[in-house]
C-alpha cells in the first residue's frame, strides 16, 4: 500500500502564486508516476498533470500549460505542484494520486490517492 499526503494549499488572490506538495509513504518503491487532479465545487475531478518518478516526463492538462509546473524529489519520495499566474477557476480540492503500472500520463486511472488540500483563488 502506499499512502499520501498533500500539503501546502490556501487562499490566494488572482494573478498569484502557490505551491503544493504530496508525500509518499508506504511501498513508495512500487510508484511509477504521480499526478494532481482537482475537483470543484459541483464538477467532476479532472487530470490536472502528472509526472514519471524515473525520468520525469510530464504531461499537463491544457487549461495549466504554461502556468503550472509538476515536479518529483526521489529521495524524498514527494511530488509537488507550483502555480503560478493562478485564476479563480482554478479554486478546487487538489488530489494527489500515484500508480505502479505504467500507463499514458494522460490516462486518468490511479490506484492510490491522498486526502486533498484546497486552493482558492479569489478575485
Known amino acids: 500500500q502506499v499512502q499520501l499526503v498533500e500539503s501546502g494549499g490556501g487562499l490566494v488572490q488572482a494573478g498569484g502564486s502557490l505551491s503544493v506538495s504530496c508525500a509518499a509513504s508506504g511501498r513508495t518503491s512500487s510508484i511509477t508516476t504521480m499526478a494532481w487532479f482537482r475537483q470543484a465545487p459541483g464538477k467532476e475531478r479532472h487530470l490536472v498533470a502528472g509526472i514519471t518518478l524515473n525520468l520525469g516526463r510530464t504531461y499537463y492538462a491544457d487549461s495549466v500549460k504554461g502556468r503550472f509546473t509538476i515536479s518529483r524529489d526521489k529521495a524524498k519520495n514527494t511530488v509537488y505542484l507550483q502555480m503560478n499566474s493562478l485564476k479563480p477557476e482554478d479554486t478546487a480540492i487538489y488530489y494527489c494520486?500515484?500508480?505502479?503500472?505504467?500507463?499514458?500520463?494522460?490516462?486518468?486511472?490511479?490506484?492510490?490517492w491522498g486526502r486533498g488540500t484546497q486552493v482558492t483563488v479569489s478575485s
Open positions: 494520486a500515484a500508480t505502479p503500472n505504467w500507463k499514458p500520463l494522460n490516462s486518468p486511472t490511479y490506484d492510490f
